[in-house]
Every structure is written in C-alpha cells, then in structure tokens.
Nanobody, 123 residues
Framework: QEQLVESGGGLVQAGGSLRLSCAAS????????MGWFRQAPGKEREFVAS????????LYEDSVKGRFTISRDNVKNTVYLQMNSLKPEDTAVYYC????????????????WGQGTQVTVSS
C-alpha cells in the first residue's frame, strides 16, 4: 500500500527554521516529481515547492523563494523541505505529494498525498 508520511512540523518563532521530511513507502519515488503544498485555515491548498525526478530542477512559489529549499534522497525514498526565516504567514498544514513521472519540477499533476504536518509560526 502506497503511503506518504510527513514529519518535522511544529511550533516555531518567527525567524526560526524547521525541516520537514516526507517518507514514501509502497512506491519508489525516484522516477517522480515530488512537491510540497500547504493549506492555511480558511484558504485553499497552495503550491510551495517542487523537485524534478533527478533533483536537478526545482520550482518555488514566489513567497518562499530564498527561504525554503526542497531536496530529495532517492536512496532513502524521502523528500525534504528546509524552511528558514519563517514568517507567521507560513503557518499551515504542509503536505507532500507525488507528481508526474520523468518530469521537470512543476506545480501541477499531483495525484498522491500525505496526511500533512502542522507548521505554526508565532510572531
């Protein structure tokens, strides 16, 4: 059974850092684009970051550029999101997702989602 499990969320003060992890099981993710999305209370889920199957290409939503870094370890079947200089507006549930196969980084085409991990940034 395919499963994505996010971890690493928590409560942090503004300006702090967190590192999210997404461990995949039941599917080898090395052939797939992987992405991170987030959903704040009362808002729609939004794209945050994506990484190509090889790790050579990344794509970021404008508000996180220069602060967040997506990476992957295909041996460990895991994707990461390093979040620095966190702001209160980054507060949301963060989800990882599996995207297209053999593709460059993209914000669309995701079809498998984790259960999410809560990130709360206090001011």
């Amino acid at each position: 059974q395919e499963q994505l499990v996010e971890s690493g969320g928590g409560l942090v003060q503004a300006g702090g850092s967190l590192r999210l992890s997404c461990a995949a099981s039941g599917r080898t993710i090395s052939r797939y684009v992987m992405g991170w999305f987030r959903q704040a209370p009362g808002k729609e889920r939004e794209f945050v970051a994506s990484i190509s199957w090889s790790g050579a290409r990344t794509l970021y939503e404008d508000s996180v550029k220069g602060r967040f870094t997506i990476s992957r370890d295909n041996v460990k079947n895991t994707v990461y999101l390093q979040m620095n200089s966190l702001k209160p507006e980054d507060t949301a549930v963060y989800y990882c997702a599996v995207g297209p196969m053999w593709s460059t980084a993209t914000s669309t085409g995701y079809d498998s989602w984790g259960q999410g991990t809560q990130v709360t940034v206090s001011s």
